[in-house]
Nanobody, 128 residues
Framework: QVRLVESGGGLVQAGGSLTLPCAAS????????MGWFRQAPGKEREFVAA????????GYADSVKGRFTIARDNAKNTVYLKMSSLKPEDTADYYC?????????????????????WGQGTQVTVSS
């Protein structure tokens, strides 16, 4: 059983930056593909970014491409979402997710249904 804990959320002005860490415990972190999703009030959960278990492959939603970066530190059992040039429409609860992957695992997963483990979320509010 993998436990995921997000942090780093808060209130930031448009154009600002935030980094969200997600700390994992209870499993071999380097065996898990990781993803970030978000859910705004009244909207469905949507994909933000994902990274393969070895960090070699990453993917992003079009809405965040060029502004957000996903990275992982397998030695620290942590995945990060580095957000810059934030916009009010980035306001949401942000969740990290984990999926055990077999073999070389040089792929990322962009569907929420692919993930087995979820954190409790951290709130990000971007003011205009």
């Amino acid at each position: 059983q993998v436990r995921l804990v997000e942090s780093g959320g808060g209130l930031v002005q448009a154009g600002g930056s935030l980094t969200l860490p997600c700390a994992a415990s209870g499993g071999t972190f380097s065996s898990y593909a990781m993803g970030w999703f978000r859910q705004a009030p009244g909207k469905e959960r949507e994909f933000v970014a994902a990274i393969s278990k070895n960090g070699g492959s990453t993917g992003y939603a079009d809405s965040v491409k060029g502004r957000f970066t996903i990275a992982r530190d397998n030695a620290k059992n942590t995945v990060y979402l580095k957000m810059s040039s934030l916009k009010p429409e980035d306001t949401a609860d942000y969740y990290c997710a984990a999926k055990y992957t077999y073999g070389s695992g040089t792929y990322y997963l962009s569907s929420a249904r692919s993930y087995d483990y979820w954190g409790q979320g951290t709130q990000v509010t971007v003011s205009s």
